[in-house]
């Protein structure tokens, strides 16, 4: 006899689905040749602005769009086009995280093979994102000076399925007596050696460091 409550049950199987369309997803990118990084965040810890800055830097030598996902509003697609990359918006209604299904959905009518980087925003939410594959290689979390140094601790699930974190909004830090080197531990605790990039979207410090980092990925 099935033991296993319904509702688990449920979630355990939609979780697999997603895996299966996440797997053939980063099939299908690996052979179009682009490279695709997603990004994940509480709301509000700069996702926009740096994928604006990020995108109008990259797209004078790659060719790069960005899928952005919001509960409501088309709002981060119109401040991401600034960036005069093809972007698209995924609205989710009432669903807290992007899926692999609602990946495959937005990419319909783009050709793959015309791009060379494409970005993802999911959500703002350190909760649900971690569970879901979206067929990225790389999965970046970032951690506002504004949130607190504990949030690592709080949320470990989105940070251990993160490959790389970065600490943004550092121009604000010393106003809000951020605690850099706690915030740094803590990331370790959960994910020990994972790299860490502080940057402000605002000021541009931190930008070069980040922007070397994803030209080393994309040459990987
Ligand atoms: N001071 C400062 N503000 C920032 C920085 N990055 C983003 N912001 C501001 O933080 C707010 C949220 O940024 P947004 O990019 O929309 O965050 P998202 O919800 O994670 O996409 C906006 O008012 C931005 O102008 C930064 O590096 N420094
Ligand atoms: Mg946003």
Known sequence: MNTTPRLVEVRRNALKQNDELARALRDRFRKAGVRVFSVVSSPGAGKTMLLEKTLTTLRRQWRVAALVGDLATENDAARLARAQAPVKQIITGAVCHLDAAMIERALDGWNLGELDLLFIENVG???????????????????????GEDKPLKYPTIFNTSDVALI?????????????????????RVRPGMQIIEVSAKTGEGMDEWLQFLQSRIAD
């Open 168 to 188: 943004t909004k550092v121009d604000l830090a010393g106003a809000v007596e951020f605690d850099m080197a706690a915030a740094r531990d803590n990331i370790q």
């Open 125 to 147: 939410n350190l909760v649900c994102p971690a569970s879901y594959d979206l067929g990225e290689e790389l999965r970046m979390v970032l951690l506002s000076v504004t949130e």
